[in-house]
């Protein structure tokens, strides 16, 4: 699977991503994110995989408002950009939408 990033949410479990530079980040609700080039988007959303008991149906989207951590899980909020699990900026057109929903 190689390396990826994490983000962990409020109940410290660990959602991953290779959307960022895969060197095991750790990224926490309100913490900072890395701007992600060639995008640069300060507000958008990220496909995550994890959880508690890394179920595939509770994948999900990480929230990263202004640069921070917004929320993680969240539900797909189709008004933001939203980038793959391996950083791929998704046309809004291709909708997504969690597994729970």
Request: proline share 9%.
């Amino acid at each position: 699977m190689g390396m990826f990033d994490s983000f962990y949410d409020n109940a410290g479990n660990e959602w991953q991503t290779k959307a960022y530079v895969c060197d095991l980040e750790r990224f926490v609700v309100s913490g900072p994110v890395p701007l992600v080039h060639p995008y640069d988007l300060p507000t958008y959303q990220v496909e995550v995989l994890g959880g508690p008991n890394r179920n595939p149906s509770q994948d999900g989207f990480a929230t990263i408002r202004d640069g921070y951590v917004e929320s993680v899980p969240a539900e797909r909020d189709n008004t933001l950009p939203l980038l793959d699990y391996s950083g791929h900026l998704i046309d809004n057109d291709e909708e997504k939408s969690t597994p729970w929903t």
